[in-house]
């Protein structure tokens, strides 16, 4: 059972640049969501999704799309890299009763 | 709006007990978490509290919840220095989903 998978594991982009974060799970569940962990700050949501078609913003959704076409993918594209995107992004699944979370193994991502 | 705070750092020697302490201003907040971060991984769910106890004991983990003070506690007994790692404290509201993180509290643990 792998859980939550990222890919990738680290990235580098140049300022300017798109790319997509990628999120599967095999856990069937509902609800799914992006962090990005900043020194001193915890986890901030940046957008989650309630199920396949449905998508809504969190509280840094700026710079950020998702896309939620399949129960299992949720995948995060950004649109034109800035520094300030430099972070460690984090992917979650919840299950039905929507009381725990479980994360991915995060993908470090430095904007250059 | 809803935030949660931490101390960023607690050292304790091996074989203490370590407390780690969180408060929160959401009222009608329902659940109540600790999650444990080792460096390089993703957040594990350690315990859960529903915000109708006040206190909830699992092996070495005891999570005390004040709910008049808005004051969670996890207290770690005989700690170890695998227990070494980043502890964040959360809470989620009944029927809603975001759940509110807190900054992390990085416990080391001294031989």
């Known amino acids: 059972n792998a859980g939550v998978t990222q890919t990738p594991k680290f990235q580098v982009l140049k300022t300017g640049q798109s790319m997509t974060l990628q999120c599967a799970q095999d856990?069937?569940?509902?609800?799914m969501s992006w962090y990005r962990q900043d020194p001193g700050m915890g986890l901030r949501l940046i957008h989650y999704?309630?199920?396949?078609?449905?998508?809504d913003q969190g509280e840094v959704p700026n710079g950020y799309n998702v896309s939620r076409s399949t129960t299992e993918d949720f995948p995060l594209r950004l649109l034109s890299a800035a520094p300030s995107q430099t972070s460690v992004y984090f992917c979650?699944?919840?299950?039905?009763?929507?009381?725990?979370?479980?994360f991915g193994q995060g993908t470090r991502l430095t904007v250059v | 709006g809803e935030d949660v705070e931490q101390s960023l750092f607690l050292s304790v020697r091996e074989g203490d007990s370590s407390v780690i302490n969180c408060t929160y201003t959401?009222?009608?907040?329902?659940?109540l978490y600790w999650y444990k971060q080792e460096p390089g991984a993703g957040l594990q769910l350690l315990t859960y509290?529903?915000?109708?106890?006040d206190m909830k004991q699992d092996q070495r983990l005891t999570v005390l919840l004040n709910k008049k003070d808005k004051h969670l506690s996890l207290r770690i007994a005989d700690t170890q220095t695998g227990d070494s790692a980043i502890y964040f404290c959360?809470?989620?509201?009944?029927?809603?989903?975001?759940?509110?993180f807190g900054a992390g509290t990085r416990l080391f643990v001294k031989a």
């Open positions: 856990m069937n569940h509902e609800y």
């Open positions: 959360a809470e989620r509201d009944t029927g809603g989903f975001k759940t509110i």
């Open positions: 999704s309630v199920g396949a078609g449905i998508t």
């Open positions: 509290i529903f915000s109708n106890m």
């Open positions: 959401d009222s009608s907040s329902t659940y």
């Open positions: 979650a699944s919840t299950d039905s009763h929507n009381t725990e979370a479980f």
